[in-house]
């Protein structure tokens, strides 16, 4: 079935560093969807692709889609310790099963 | 709005027994769809729900099992409760459940099976 990989696991930084998190499915997706869950929460939606080499921004938050829709990735720029939290990408494959296959997420730790 | 709720937010349970969680999506939205969130395995899919009828399924055994009522509103039960069912269970609403539909999730239901 389909997978999606997440890499890290865990990104440990100084408050003010980069971050960056990658997403790769076995399958060709319709679109991809990012969540931030922080601890002891839920997971909330910050955003989705859809488009082949698609690029979107959230203020320090930069979304790319693959131009093969295979792989995406989540950098944040000048991390802040509002950051902290597990960040999770989501794949959907196209047709009318609608099943989002989520990645283990990467858990990010700001030290400040 | 109100967001998504999950009632009971949390839950104990022995081996064996049985439990349902309730899940109320956000006014308007139809599809409802499940997780299970454990610390090894992540989140997984378990169902969707739209229109009453479950539409997607996840692999998880039958002791899982779900409905939605005509409010849209949807319960699962877990029959036969094992100890690797102790996990945190996440509802999420959307308008359609379409492809590109936003899911809100709501607080989870914390099952710990004794």
């Known amino acids: 079935g389909q997978q999606v990989m997440q890499i890290p696991q865990y990104q440990h930084v100084q408050e003010g560093e980069d971050f960056t998190t990658y997403c790769n499915s076995s399958t060709t997706l319709s679109n991809i969807q990012w969540y931030k869950q922080r601890p002891g929460g839920h997971p909330v939606f910050l955003i989705q692709?859809?488009?082949?080499?698609e690029v979107k921004k959230q203020k320090r938050l930069t979304f790319q889609f693959g131009e093969a829709k295979k792989n995406s990735s989540l950098h944040i720029t000048a991390t802040q310790t509002t950051d902290v939290g597990t960040y999770f990408c989501a794949g959907l494959r196209g047709g009318s099963n609608y099943k989002l296959t989520f990645g283990k997420g990467t858990l990010l730790t700001v030290n400040p | 709005k109100a967001g998504v709720t999950q009632t009971p937010r949390y839950l104990i349970k022995t081996r064996g027994q049985q439990v349902t969680l309730s899940c109320s999506p956000i006014s308007g939205h139809r599809s409802v769809s499940w997780y299970q969130q454990t610390p090894g395995q992540g989140l997984q899919f378990l169902f969707e729900?739209?229109?009453?009828?479950?539409?997607n399924k996840g692999n998880f055994p039958g002791r899982f099992s779900g409905r939605q009522f005509s409010n849209s509103r949807s319960e699962m039960n877990v029959s036969t409760l094992e100890l690797g069912d102790s996990a945190l269970y996440l509802c999420?609403?959307?308008?359609?459940?379409?492809?590109?539909?936003?899911?809100?999730f709501g607080p989870g239901t914390r099952l710990t099976v004794l």
């Open positions: 692709l859809v488009k082949s080499g």
């Open positions: 729900y739209f229109s009453e009828t479950q539409r």
């Open positions: 999420a609403s959307s308008l359609w459940g379409g492809a590109t539909d936003t899911q809100y």
